[in-house]
């Protein structure tokens, strides 16, 4: 049984950074796309990022391009999404998510979900 594990959330001010770090048991890592998802309570579940460890590729929400970027350290089991230049607007529940393979549907159609970190930002 996959287990994802967020940690890294917390308060900061408008501009600026936190990391968030997403470990899994699931080996090997790079089987699986690892993306981050956003959804907080009463808000629209919203596709932040992804990797994937299967071909390699990034994707990323048009909102956090340029800002954001995904990362994974495929010995230490974790994936890590960097957050820079952050706005009020991103203040929400982050949740790392898996599916198979491929970042495809990863937003609707993961099939693990951790419990999710809470990032807020606010002066």
């Known amino acids: 049984q996959l287990k994802l594990v967020e940690s890294g959330g917390g308060l900061v001010q408008p501009g600026g950074s936190l990391r968030l770090s997403c470990n899994t048991t699931?080996?090997?890592?790079?089987?699986?796309?690892i993306g981050w998802v956003r959804q907080g309570p009463g808000k629209e579940r919203e596709g932040v990022a992804c990797?994937?460890?299967?071909?390699?590729?990034?994707h990323y929400a048009d909102s956090v391009k340029g800002r954001f970027t995904i990362s994974r350290d495929n010995a230490k089991n974790t994936v890590y999404l960097q957050m820079n230049n952050l706005k009020p607007e991103d203040t929400d529940i982050y949740h790392c998510v898996a599916r198979a393979h491929y970042c495809s549907g990863y937003v609707s159609q993961a099939e693990y979900w951790g419990q999710g970190t809470a990032v807020t930002v606010s002066s």
């Open positions: 990797s994937s460890g299967y071909d390699g590729r990034a």
């Open positions: 699931v080996l090997p890592l790079d089987y699986y796309a």
